[in-house]
């Protein structure tokens, strides 16, 4: 897939105030400081287009994004630990929360995990969650050049290990690196991939 425009729209702070469209919509989310918004503006070749920010839990808000006039994609607040109250964060996690649950053109979810880690707790938890919301879901593992690929597979192994425990099927997984630009390829034929689909169902 070529990226031929990625123009921000809105930031909305519940389902609510999210745009009243029908492009159909991929949403990233990950723990906090996992290299998101790296990984977002790789995606679209845009440097700035998601603000970069070494303070963890910066995005509080639902980012949408469209790209190539006919998709969006949408930067949901990460979870974890955000640097905000505990209201404040109480109320994003509503956001999101709603906008998984009920966002009827969501297409696909991308969940980010660091590859450095050991499975993590806060991220098996999450995926248990999301698997009840019954939205389809892919795996992303970042920041890949920072170890050696021996290392990262020995993570996802483990990681795998633990979701079998309630999933069946395991979910599709990518390796990304903002710095060397893997995965951009992948993550983007992917999305063509359940774009055609989806034409194809509305024909």
Known sequence: MKIQSAEFELSAPDLAACPAWALPEFAFIGRSNVGKSSLINLLAERRELAKVSDL??????????????????????????????????????????????????????????DSRLPPQAIDLEFLQWLGRCRTPYSLIFTKVDKQSLAKTQANIELFNAKVAEWRSELPEIFLSSATKRTGRTEILTRIAAVLAARNRAGD
């Open 56 to 113: 963890p839990g910066k995005t509080r808000l639902i980012n949408f994004y469209v790209i190539n006039r006919n998709w969006s994609l949408v930067d949901l607040p990460g979870y974890g630990y955000a640097h905000v109250s505990k209201t404040e964060r109480s109320a994003f996690n509503v956001a999101v929360a709603e906008f998984l649950e009920e966002r009827p053109n969501l297409a696909r979810v991308f969940v980010l995990i």
